[in-house]
């Protein structure tokens, strides 16, 4: 027995020291950091090795964006370490470890001598890499001419498409782009894609952008925005470069514009200007009078969006003229401007200024999907001239290394005058229901003025700090519209005339303050205590008045489209993060408790009592990223949100705008609560080049606010609003619904096709949703799925050869729970391909191609092809000038078609556009990036 015990105590020894040596021997961390010898900057992205004295390689990873690494080991010994970047000398040292971590703190890279351009083609670049929760694209990995901007290189890019001239990345919009960590232009995503050569860029990076005091806290707020950081090249700190064009082309069309960019280490100047009757836009709008909705939808018949805002939230839509199609004769100019101040003071700023002339001759058919085969068609002319001011700058104030302010003030001013005749009628498959002849003649003026401030302070411990983040923002719309309408009710052989003026004063302001305050707890974890309070206020005043023929004056008040309301919105909340970190895990949980206070008042005294609204609710969310490895990680992002119904969406004041297409709110709508799930797994493989993504975006609503529409068979009496509808026209009112949901995916993989020089992207998506309605008193269940994918090839040849493939298909189907609504398969398919070609170092040859088509059974298939191209020649020195005759829409097939599903109806939309025409332009392209070494990739 006592042998036993000993042979057991022996054992327990052994396993004792085998443990030892397996916790001695086991991976330990070589950590150290990457700069620039020269600027002292640091190099994300370097390469870092570790060799074995036969050569053999025992581990290896990329420095972070902060230029840092960890690389692991697991047997002491004498190694060689090895650090390379594009661009650089590579950097060795024999380094000798005995199993503890080791340091070898700051490693200065020097820059090669040799041309740069050489090097990259012989580099071995990753497409994507993955940086804690960033997407890097290498931009080395992917070839663009020389004329190429930031929009082109962009599109080469796995995960990043641009979908209906909208701009997304990994599935959602993107609402912001930056310029090395710094706002250009503030959140006007076209004026940096349009305006910024490709030739600049080092990298792109893709990331959730989160809010200031996120960023300080460590604590995720959840105020995020999808986000695109264009990083660029060492020489462009100090570097003047712009590009100038003019040209004059057939039917009397003209094109010109310019941008220049004056950049000196910290102080970054740009200013871009354009004037042109070719629909081409360098910017943004910036429409401060948007209120949501379809601005192609039939007055009154829009499906509500979820969680409140109807399309008409303060009435401002049927004060302005839409935009968005037709074509329009652009002038505008604007300038932005970065600078480092001083050690304590960072300051960036811009102001835009646009003036719009549009003419729009619009057509769109509305077949609803009711068994009975109505339709809507609406044939509609619009005038408009619009004038945009846009101001916004940011300060950045370290008062001191424990306190610093941030103070970011916006001022925008718009005005909008136009004209609009329409001819509109109402059928069902037998006959024609009714006929609407209207013009308008609307303007409006409005100002949106906000600010924000953010004090932050830290302690003497370490994680322990206090904030407190204020914003305010304050708004005025004054509007005015005639009115001539003449609508004609065959089923009862009457004839209703409109002859009328309205007016619109509307003012709002909104207050918040947010308070924050961590403490440690540990090394691996921290809690964080907040408080919110928030407040906002509106008042809308709208007032017609009928032509009186006996005085030649608008002075018949009309009080059925008469509202005077005032509104106030009220939450208190509070609540507690937790926040938990290793090397390879983030953890973040919250949990908010939210009480809220909705009142409206209505002045009229005919007019129906908005009940006051109180909300109670429990907002949990929680962010998990998980680093596989130091390129690979996987990000699970789950939140919850409230939202309330908007005034007018519960004021029971019917809209008779369009005597055929009424609209009224209901007071008895409930607040919508949402939970909402992001998964994100990005999987970059160094030694391929290639990157493997995938994304997953969900959405569940409770009480979702749906639309609840009555389509009369019959001339119908609403007794209620003393009201008449007559036969085919319709009532839409809105009713909170289950039953909503929205899922989305996409798998992509992106990899360099060696044999021919080329990257080849490879990307299938998924998206299904449930949208739930009521339609004449029966609840309805709009179910669409649709699937597809895409394919994109882009050379990587050289510059001289530049293209880009691309096809694109995407088969959808709208499945409706009732037997009398219709049920709409369709395939949509694009292709697209595009060429520069230069030859003999001065002849320029660009062609473009695209095709869509839309096919629906039972339906007219539309198929549109598109061909551009352009011959040019370039001279002057360092081909610095460029002439060049182009063709826009040499077939002449463009008709600016779309079609899109509701539950309600199917939309086909044409408008007018410019068409073919030929032009000839002149560019010059200015250039100076530091002595000329524009190609050496920038150390953040």
């Not at 040019?872 to 063709?887: E, I, P, Q, T």
Request: proline share 2%; aromatic share 10%; glycine share 8%.
């Amino acid at each position: 027995m006592e042998n036993y015990y000993s042979n057991f105590k022996i054992k327990r020894l052994l396993i004792g020291i085998f443990l030892l040596s397996a916790i001695t021997i086991s991976a330990q961390d070589i950590t150290g950091k990457v700069i620039d010898g020269n600027s002292k900057q640091t190099i994300p992205n370097a390469g870092i090795a570790l060799y074995g004295s036969t050569g053999s390689l025992i581990s290896s990873t990329i420095s972070t964006s902060t230029g840092t690494f960890d690389l692991h080991y697991k047997l002491s010994g004498v190694y060689r370490l090895r650090v390379s970047f594009v661009g650089y000398q590579t950097y060795e040292r024999d380094i000798k470890l005995d199993g503890q971590g080791v340091s070898v703190g700051t490693l200065s890279l020097k820059e090669k001598t040799q041309d740069i351009s050489e090097v990259v083609v012989k580099a071995s670049v990753p497409l994507a890499t993955q940086r804690g929760d960033t997407t890097v694209m290498n931009a080395s990995a992917y070839k663009t001419n020389p004329d190429a901007n930031v929009q082109d290189l962009v599109q080469k890019m796995p995960g990043i498409v641009v979908q209906n001239g909208t701009l997304q990345a990994h599935g959602e919009d993107v609402k912001q782009v930056l310029v090395d960590g710094k706002e250009f232009f503030k959140d006007d995503i076209t004026a940096a894609l349009k305006n910024l050569p490709a030739s600049i860029v080092n990298e792109i990076q893709v990331y959730d952008s989160q809010s200031e005091q996120t960023r300080f806290t460590g604590f995720d707020d959840g105020n995020r925005l999808k986000t695109i950081n264009i990083v660029t090249k060492t020489g462009v700190t100090k570097s003047q470069f712009g590009r100038f064009y003019a040209g004059a082309g057939s039917d009397n069309l003209y094109s010109a514009g310019g941008n220049l960019s004056l950049f000196r280490n910290d102080r970054r100047i740009t200013i871009i200007g354009q004037s042109n009757n070719t629909n081409e836009r360098n910017f943004a709008m910036g429409n401060i009078f948007s209120g949501g909705g379809n601005p192609n939808g039939p007055p009154g018949a829009q499906v509500a969006t979820m969680g409140g805002g109807s399309s008409s939230s303060d009435g401002v839509n049927n004060y302005s003229v839409d935009t968005q199609n037709g074509i329009n004769k652009i002038n505008s100019i604007g300038f932005n401007y970065s600078d480092q101040l001083s050690k304590k003071i960072k300051l960036d700023g811009n102001y835009f200024f646009s003036s719009l002339n549009n003419t729009s001759a619009q057509s769109s058919l509305y077949d609803y999907t009711a068994r009975q085969g109505q339709s809507y068609l609406e044939n509609k002319n619009t005038t408009a001239h619009v004038i945009n001011h846009r101001f916004n700058f940011r300060l950045d104030y370290d008062i001191d290394d424990r306190n610093s302010l941030f103070i970011r003030p916006n001022i925008s001013f718009q005005q909008s005058d136009g004209t609009s005749r329409t001819l509109s009628h109402t059928d069902s498959v037998s006959k024609p229901l009714s006929a609407v002849s209207s013009s308008t003649a609307p303007s409006l003026k409005g100002a949106n003025i906000s600010g924000q401030i953010l004090f932050r302070h830290k302690f003497d411990r370490k994680g322990r700090t206090l904030s407190l983040d204020i914003n305010s923002t304050s708004q005025t719309k004054n509007g005015n519209n005639y009115l001539n309408s003449i609508t004609d009710y065959y089923s009862s052989n009457t004839i209703d005339t409109v002859r009328e003026y309205s007016n619109l004063h509307s003012t709002g302001y909104s207050f918040s303050a947010n308070a924050s305050y961590t403490e440690p707890i540990n090394r691996k974890s921290m809690v964080m205590i907040n408080y919110m309070y928030g407040y906002q206020t509106g008042k809308s005043n709208q007032k017609a008045f009928n032509y009186n023929s006996k005085t030649g004056l608008y002075d018949d008040r009309d009080l059925s489209l008469t509202s005077i309301y005032k509104s106030n919105y009220q939450t208190n909340s509070g609540g507690m993060s937790y926040l938990y970190h290793t090397r390879k895990m983030n953890l973040n949980t919250n949990l908010n408790y939210q009480h809220g206070t909705l009142t409206g008042e209505n002045e009229l005294s005919n007019a129906f009592a908005i009940p006051s609204k109180t909300y109670n609710n429990l907002l949990p969310s929680m962010m998990l990223r998980y680093s596989f490895s130091s390129t690979t990680n996987l990000q699970v992002d789950y939140r919850t949100s409230a939202s309330a119904p908007s005034i007018a969406q519960l004021q029971e004041v019917l809209d008779k705008t369009n005597p055929t297409q009424l609209t009224v709110g209901n007071s008895h709508l409930a607040q919508t609560y949402q939970h909402s799930l992001n998964v994100r797994l990005i999987a970059p493989n160094t030694s391929t080049a290639s990157v493997f993504m995938a994304f997953i975006n969900g959405s569940l609503s409770n009480n979702f606010i749906a639309s609840n529409t009555l389509i009369a068979h019959s001339d119908t009496l609403l007794s209620k609003y003393n009201q008449t509808l007559a036969k085919g026209g319709q009532l839409t009112t809105y009713q909170n619904l289950s039953g909503y949901y929205n899922l989305n995916g996409m798998v992509g993989y992106g990899f360099p096709f060696t044999a021919i020089k080329t990257n080849l992207h490879l990307m299938l998506n998924a998206n299904a949703s449930r949208t739930p309605s009521i339609i004449n008193n029966q609840k309805n269940y709009s179910r669409q799925f649709s699937w597809g994918g895409n394919l994109i090839m882009s050379s990587n040849i050289s510059q001289n050869v530049d293209f880009t493939i691309n096809s694109r298909a995407n088969f959808s189907s709208v499945n409706n729970t009732l037997p009398e609504q219709t049920d709409t398969h369709f395939w949509n398919l694009s292709s697209g391909a595009n060429l520069t070609w230069i030859a003999l170092n001065h002849i320029v040859f660009q062609s473009g191609y695209s095709f869509s088509g839309y096919f629906q059974q039972g339906s007219k298939n539309e198929i549109t092809n598109m061909l551009n191209c352009s011959l040019g020649v370039k001279f002057l020195k360092k081909n610095a000038g460029d002439l060049r005759f182009s063709c826009n829409d040499l077939l002449n097939q463009n008709t600016n078609f779309s079609r899109s599903t509701t539950p309600l109806y199917t939309l086909t939309h044409q408008s007018n556009t410019v068409g073919r025409y030929y032009m000839l332009t002149f560019t010059y392209t200015l250039g100076n990036f530091n002595g000329g070494n524009q190609g050496a990739p920038r150390p953040m």
